[in-house]
């Protein structure tokens, strides 16, 4: 094969740049001065499996940092089945990492892809270290030359006999105490406890660096927090890190280092706020660390942070298909739910079909989502709509977003490094669930109508939505009581916002009076008049609309007179002067509910018009639409609407909530104010 000139050049480049990278390798191999030599001799007569004389063995040093551990020495199977490794033994020091020096720490034999056996070597200081390993009957069987007592055999009896740990331990602790040999024994004899403090020297040994069990050690330890709360996660990486013997600052970054990422690559959900919770306070600031373990916490922390379970949702504002900008906002009041897709996203089309699925078939409340495409072709885009986003089910509210012309950074805001990426949000915009599919979406909403359902029977039982008996009847400063003790003892729970939006509802809509009486009170002293305890903005201007419709033209108060128009655009008084008693009726003509009371209030009409003088206002400003509305219904009794009063007529009474009826009595005094053309029959008799 022959070179060009370039390529000539490349190589010699190239080679001059391994010399360098070798005379680096070998400086720093020597930055610290050699305490001895090690000679390990494996005898592998009788072992078969695929070694055979030249087979190339490794001997390779763990390291927490790279799996497998580290090459620090081959030897070749000689004719007579040994292989032997030789070289320089240097004293521990986890500074500079030196994982490619014989140090204190586990080792391994391999070949043929596979470990043959593990041996440890514990002296901090360093010293001659002479094994024989041969293999016999099934079994490794150690033939130790070496000064410092027998440790390494103790090693390999406790990986062969599980059941004699704690035997074992207390030989080791007797025959080499303080060797790598003992901490690893009483660690599988007894795993660290939070509340013990006698084995955190252990976790503080900057041998346990250069060991795959030391990893372990804080692995196991862990783990039994990784379904805690994330406040108990954090105090248990701060167990760790505040143990005053872990001095040694490269140690520190490591378990630090352990910490973050055991939690940063945990598949339980809200395990990412304990790996930010460790990033920020023992690693960003850790001149220990490598740049490149800088670089890692640094990024994890960017596109994680913002969106921890519990945090608010970053905003996010994009523009839908017809170019108008919109924003995550609009979905606060219900569940919701931020879905991130591309239209070549192969994952995406598995992912997408199953959502929709949940989404058509769900009942339980309402949801907002989001749908974020997060590419650039708007044809893909319009199209993917078309094809998988088409259901109907009223309870499901969408919005389709996207960034076409890459101006916003939500991939950093929310870490979009790959999609589908889904969020739930609860009704507060706060996240509930991060990085979900639909199988675990399906269980968190499962679970919370469960909780909903709980909630709702829990108050049915409290304030049924009609009393038993006249003497289970509660007056209201009984109900404002019982309001007032439901609130202290939700109102340091996480969960304030959505029980006391959960009361308040289920009171309201009851159709009880007394209930929606209690209602009043509760929006009133726990909603209006506590602003600060309210994220969820949607549902406190419920309240206030709520609120001023009750109090405004409730009964027993006297209704004012407006000056309306009627068809013909001919100006009438709201309440005429006839001395009969009196019923308004507000609609609106796209209102499905007014559609559905409107025939009961014409029956009404041709029951008692003679008697009762009936009065249909339209809450709109569309003349034409008003016209043709009565026309097409036969309104037959007076109808008027607000033409160029119509602020006038929301101001003195409130149209936002239709249908609206109200009876008056002959003086003009509100008696009765509701929906209920039931209730107005009543009245009427």
Known sequence: MTLNRTASGLLSKGLILAALCLVISCLTAFSQNPSGTYKVTVNLSGYGNGIVPGTRLYLKKANWDTPGGTVIDSAS???????????????????????????????????????????????????????????????????????????????????????????????????VPGSLVEIYLKFLCKPLSASDNSQLPDIADERLYYTDFGKKYIDVFLDKFKLSKESIRNMAIDYLMENRYLTDPEMRAATAMECFRRFSSSVVMGCEGSAVYAAEKYLLGDESLTASQKAEAAWYVTVNKGTLVGAKAPELRLKDTSGMERSISELMGDHSIIYFYSDDCNFCKEETPRLVTLLDSWQEFPINIAAVYTGTNKEGWEEYIRKHFSIDNPYITWIHMADLDRESSFPVDYGVVSTPKMFLLDESLRIAGRGILTPTLTSMLKEQAEEDNKAYNYLSQIFPAEELSPDSALDLEVRKNVVDKIYEGVKTSASFSRLMRQAFTYLFFSGYGPNTQTALYLGQEYVLDMPDKWEDTVFVSSVESILKAAKMNAPGSLAENITLYDIADNPSDLIPSDGKMKVLYFYRTGCEVCKETLPEIRNAWKKYGKKVSFTGIFAGDNVKEFRKFVSANNLEFRQLYAKDNLAELGDKYYIEAVPLILALDRDGTVVFKGTSTEKLNDILK
């Open 77 to 175: 199977v000689n004719k007579k089945m040994k292989a032997v490794f030789a070289g320089l033994v240097f004293p521990s020091q986890i500074s500079g990492k030196h994982s490619s020096l014989f140090t204190a720490g586990q080792y391994y034999i391999t070949g043929e892809g596979k470990n043959l056996l593990c041996f440890l070597y514990s002296p901090m200081d360093g010293g001659d270290f002479k094994e024989t390993f041969s293999y016999q009957q099934n079994a490794w069987k150690n033939n130790s030359s070496k000064k410092r007592g027998r440790e390494n055999g103790i090693f390999l009896q406790a990986d062969n006999q599980p059941a004699a740990y704690n035997g074992l331990l207390l030989q080791a602790q007797k025959q």
